[in-house]
């Protein structure tokens, strides 16, 4: 039993001040977590023991796929992720640290590498495949901007998982367990997820996929069509439309554009001036030039310019997933003053990449998928009021596609573009991600050399998957789907306690026949946080139990000289009395119907 | 039931190069870790199994005496070790880093600080004490020679309580209650622990007492007398003899003492030469002054010099304990090269400290406690070939007691000694710390201001007591405790399984009722390990159960056609032969006699 006179927890009136989102807000104010410094905390009682039901759950569905628990250091050295490209590749993002022989090391944001080693270290043939193991621990990410809590933060704990088979139906195969494991803990915990198509980045791998818990304050944005596909934004490809003949195209013209700096005014300009005969000119007829700055993963800056369509903005998130392992921040004063021939608003191909063969220091140019050879443009003529007009892709301009990546995914999506498998109409919306896995294939395995012999003796490299989960964000999720303005309303299952017994009042009986119920529910394995604080209010008191948000709420006071006790449910706000005598058992059985409907899941019930 | 068929483990036949110590050897030998950096380790399935049985263990001895459990992060910043000073003091031995936003941080390897702000942040009044809480947390020390495994890691599991109290009448009780809560840990692990008097360093506070467990491969040095007194050996305090009067003691003189650069060879020529007329002179008559090199925090050398007698040698660990948080190397000769002054097997005080008051940059010189004024003494002239005899203490020379650290606890302790507290002499011995406990006092609730109202209203500072108890190094006690020639002999309550079956030969029945017994087990809650590798030999499978070491094995092999299986107690090597009907309920039987034996210590048995 907790007793609130001794239990470590103070529940705050105020909502604290960095706090931007639900679960950040609750679970300070309720005691759960405390800010130890930027994206990272502290953990209360409460808070250890709705985590550690959490991992329980995790735990238990690794090991229903055959998952073998092991843990690796947090502290790791240098040379296996020197081995794989990531020790560069992360850039700013992980910590790094030199011990006192000034030797390099990191604190792991994840860990395929060291996984990788140690199978290597142990296994040699197919017959010690396949293998699945998992561990959960504490990871590192310097983020830039942590936020919203538990939700982004710098010190957090992941379950990840690491599958090793010898070949792709193997993979695949540990895959769709590792899916169905993920669904599994989803469906326990009583969150709803999306699975999403997603872009691997870093990690490296051919196919993977997000399992989001969709909510606005989420900070992914994913895509469905009706049909059924569903991605994550960033991972959503343009359908290229087909290249128009060159022949019999206009030739391109200049002209004068006063006080067009703006798509909107251009359009305007453009149907005043030089209207076309066909129908009016739209945003989508112009080429807006984006300047922005990619910062490498060793640090260098490098401005570049991506051409879009002009009724689009280029989304930073997809252009970064573009160009990783560079990051994308919009351009300064600064990097504008550095390069002269952008003329703001009139920026056009003329000056950029190839386009301006004679400038040695022009910029890197990037299109847009939509802009393909022989479609039309107006776009900027480098000069102050002026835009050229019938600009054609593949004749008067190209990409600069000098390092092989001519087009990029940088314009935004909207509502009601077309998925990329014909499936319909996206509609758009925002979740957490909670799960990433990944088909990893042989991306380590080869950096890392970890081969074994195939039946027939001979050498070959081992196929991988990794599966995250985000333990600690998937405790801030449940916060996001659990509560009201409240507080907090935990699922029975992962629930600090199962009962939140309050006594009120200073009449010794209602202290003794809370403490006696309290007591007596524990002999049944309930879990009880007792609220016995002799000098308390009621009103602060329910206030507290609300903002705790143990499911069931039972108010031993004045009731009592009726005989009866009042059972809340936290949830529905439902209350009703019960007879102080059959108090233990009527409670007993309402916390057993609650567990039950969480924990019967048949796997067939999953999408 | 874990199957070795597909058990994520690889047992080598060969010690690891660089293991020193049996459980090292043997920790990496059966699978249960792996090194994966200097001092850093990875945990595979086994070995996570037994951490996580002990800390279990640890952690219902924690909530027996009123702990609570949380946990802080591992990524602290440096504020609040700024405030405390150990920022500062903790010098090289401490992992720190610089996040993207040149901000420092440092790896924790303890979290004094962290807790009494979070009790700052929460609690106000002397109603919400006494408070206990603890975590079980990943914690760090950059070692400078890490060794030995588990033993002296660099990243490690502690467990780290910490007590809060109005008064010291609090703080007394709560540790007596954390010092009986360790008692019983370790007698639930039947490991035999001595504890003893301990010096605080720099955790700071009044008192504070070690637990080992007495091995020679311990890096800990301890001492007891017949009656009662122990200590480790840094904190041995050395009676100080009673002062000589000055008055009509001889005159000091040089004499030439060729070829006595030694105490052994000074003695010789000191009789056959200078012999005195009551006794021969002895190896005690001489000082010996010693050259070693001071670290301070910030990373400055400082050359000094101990004079100790010359029967005694410099205890590096005990002086180093003297002059925390500074620590102490031997003298190198490029120290030696800038000190011409020292005539090496004949430096005497003349040129050291304040006894060269014309040398503005003498030596700092520090003495042995039993150099009180008047003793005398043989000791060095500053030139090759001379000594000086009849040198007084306090009359021809003192030490340079500028910092008010004019003696200091600097000669080791020989076998005999007389003991502090007058119980009788010393004997020595070697033991592992494996728990650590301080009362604290008011260093951090001072430092960090942490207050809280009294009864009378008043701001009264909280008393506060911290506990250390390290779970890694425990695991790796408990394999130095509990190990023979071929292998690990685990205690039942934290084995990572009750019973290891053995199937041996290509017999299916053979496989097929070890199957059954193994199950049947597994229904009665025994947890078995079994050995279902077809194509293995015997020999190796009884290897690999040895070096395992469940402390049950039940081989099924030929004695079927017998109708009987064969159950060895790992740790006696009896074997005896058990029907194989009755195999499940015999060996069941045992597994709960063992079970019994170690979970069953009343508190009267703890000494």
């Known amino acids: 039993m907790l007793r609130l006179s001794t239990l470590f927890v103070r529940t705050l009136r105020e909502d604290p001040s960095d706090a931007e989102v639900a679960s950040h807000r609750l679970l300070v104010r309720a005691g759960y977590i ?85 199978v290597k270290d142990l296994y040699s043939s197919y017959k010690d495949l396949p293998l699945v193991i998992y561990q959960i621990q504490t990871k590192y990410r310097d983020e830039a901007r942590p936020r919203a809590g538990l939700l982004r933060a710098r010190e957090f704990i992941m379950k990840d998982a690491y599958t090793f088979d010898v070949d792709d139906a193997g993979l695949d195969a540990a895959y769709q367990n590792q899916r169905l494991a993920y669904q599994r803990v989803f469906r326990r915990l009583g969150l709803p997820t999306v699975i999403v198509s997603a872009v691997s980045g870093a990690m490296g ?233 990944f088909q990893l294939g042989r991306k380590y395995s080869k950096s890392l050399g970890l081969q074994v012999l195939d039946s027939g003796g001979r050498q070959v490299t081992v196929t991988m998957g990794s599966y995250g989960l985000g333990v600690t964000r998937t405790m801030a999720a449940l916060a996001e789907a659990n509560h009201d303005e409240r507080g907090l309303i935990w699922p029975i299952n992962v629930a600090p306690a199962h009962v939140h017994i309050v006594a009120t009042g200073k009449d010794g009986t209602v202290f003794a026949q809370a403490e006696r119920i309290a007591l007596e529910l524990g002999d049944r394995g309930i879990e009880v946080l007792y609220d016995d604080r002799p000098k308390v209010s009621p009103g602060v008191k329910f206030g507290d139990a609300e903002l705790l948000g143990v499911p069931f709420i039972v108010i031993v006071g004045k009731g009592l000289t009726q005989g009866v006790v009042e059972f809340r449910d936290r949830r529905s706000h439902t209350a009703q009395e019960i007879p102080v005598d059959d108090a233990v058992g009527a409670i007993a059985e309402r916390v057993a119907e609650a567990q039950a409907a969480l924990e019967t899941y048949p796997d067939e019930d999953i999408a």
């Open 205 to 437: 791998g051919s196919h993977s996929e997000e399992f989001l818990y969709p909510t606005p304050v989420g900070e992914d944005t994913f895509v469905r069509s009706p049909g059924g596909y569903a991605a994550n934004a960033e991972a959503v490809t343009t359908p290229v439309p087909p290249c128009v003949p060159l022949d019999g195209q206009p030739e391109a013209h200049i002209e004068d554009t006063p006080d067009a700096s703006t798509i909107a005014s251009l359009v305007t300009v453009a149907n005043e001036r030089f209207p076309r005969s066909d129908r009016p000119w739209q945003a989508s007829d112009t080429l807006k030039n984006v300047v922005v700055v990619l910062i490498h993963p060793g640090g260098e800056r490098e401005t570049i310019v991506v051409g879009v369509p002009g009724d689009r903005d280029v989304d930073m998130t997809r252009l970064a997933a573009s160009l990783e392992p560079a990051t994308v921040e919009v351009a300064e004063e600064t990097d504008f003053a550095r390069h002269p021939e952008l003329v703001r608003g009139y920026i056009g191909p003329a000056v950029l990449g190839v386009n301006a063969p004679d400038s040695g220091a022009a910029l890197r140019y990037l299109l847009d998928r939509r802009v393909v050879s022989g479609t039309r443009w107006i776009t900027g003529a480098n000069t102050h009021g002026r835009h050229v007009f019938d600009l054609l892709a593949g004749r008067d301009f190209v990409a600069a596609g000098a390092e092989g990546q001519p087009t990029v995914e940088a314009a935004e999506i909207l509502e009601g573009d077309p998925a990329p498998d014909g499936s319909g109409p996206l509609t758009q919306a925002r979740g957490i991600e909670l799960g990433h896995i």
């Open 34 to 118: 405390r800010r130890a410094a930027p994206g990272i905390y502290s953990w209360l009682p409460l808070g250890l023991r709705v985590l550690d039901r959490i991992e329980t759950i995790v735990r238990e569905e690794m090991a229903a796929v055959g998952g073998q628990e092991v843990r690796f250091p947090a502290l790791l050295p240098r040379e296996p992720y020197e081995a794989s490209g990531r020790w560069h590749e992360y850039g700013p993002n992980i910590f790094r640290l030199r011990d006192r022989k000034e030797a390099d090391y990191l604190l792991a944001p994840t860990h395929e590498e060291m996984f990788t080693l140690l």
